[in-house]
């Protein structure tokens, strides 16, 4: 059976300081890992992806994570937060043509 | 170029009524999803088409919940009688095929309230 986890439910913290948003996977089989963002009254929209080669892997507004297959995680970082970082991120596997979301992680920055 | 779309944008209605959403996916996209997102909760798979194929539907909740992708193209989600823990938001969701093949564009979801 595979799983996502998403450590925590929601994350506040100030704006312009560094945030990590934990996700740790199970899976008998290889996977891809995604994070998706969804902000406000808006749609899921991809963030960044893993599928192979260099394990740290980031996006075009700062954020980075890195595939660590030792502990089975997908850790997102960022070094300095935004308020218009606010919003809900999920950590998604797909592995044997099968894709499961975590519950998702609510960032929440505050000036 | 377009996004997925997705209708109605809204639905309520009563349990034990019956309901359908719509979807048509961004062109060319071989695969299509949809997910069932309740409140507080990440997107759960209920059925993954390849064109007009099911790729899974392990999730899907056959005795209520049908799912169709004539001519590998549009997709209808229906259920069928409603129930109270239907209520939820539906995500579709498609992707492409080659090296984007497991990068999923979604829609803007389809809000059910069974009351």
């Known amino acids: 059976a595979q799983s996502v986890t998403q450590l925590d439910s929601q994350v506040p913290v100030f704006e312009e300081a560094p945030v990590e948003l934990r996700c740790n996977y199970s899976?008998?089989?290889?996977?891809?890992l995604f994070w998706y963002v969804q902000y406000p009254n808006q749609g899921l929209q991809l963030l960044l992806k893993y599928l192979s080669g260099s394990t740290l892997v980031k996006s075009i507004n700062g954020f980075e994570a890195e595939f660590n297959k030792s502990q089975t995680s997908f850790h997102l970082r960022k070094p300095s937060v935004h308020i218009s970082d606010t919003a809900e991120y999920f950590c998604a596997l797909t592995g044997g043509f099968k894709t499961i979301f975590g519950a998702g992680t609510r960032l929440f920055v505050k000036a | 170029e377009a996004g997925v779309a997705q209708s109605p944008r809204y639905k309520i209605i009563e349990k034990r009524q019956s309901v359908a959403f719509w979807c048509n996916p961004i062109s060319g996209h071989a695969t299509l999803y949809w997910y069932q997102q309740i409140l507080g909760q990440g997107p759960k798979l209920l059925i993954q088409f390849q064109n007009n194929g099911v790729v899974d539907d392990s999730q899907l909740p056959k005795d209520r919940f049908s799912a169709e992708r004539l001519k590998g193209v549009d997709s209808t989600l229906k259920i069928q009688p409603a129930k109270l823990e239907d209520s939820a938001v539906y995500l579709c969701?498609?992707?492409?095929?080659?090296?984007?093949?497991?990068?999923?564009?979604f829609g803007p979801g389809t809000r059910l309230t069974v009351t």
């Open positions: 969701a498609s992707s492409f095929t080659g090296e984007s093949l497991w990068e999923q564009y």
């Open positions: 899976s008998s089989v290889s996977v891809y």
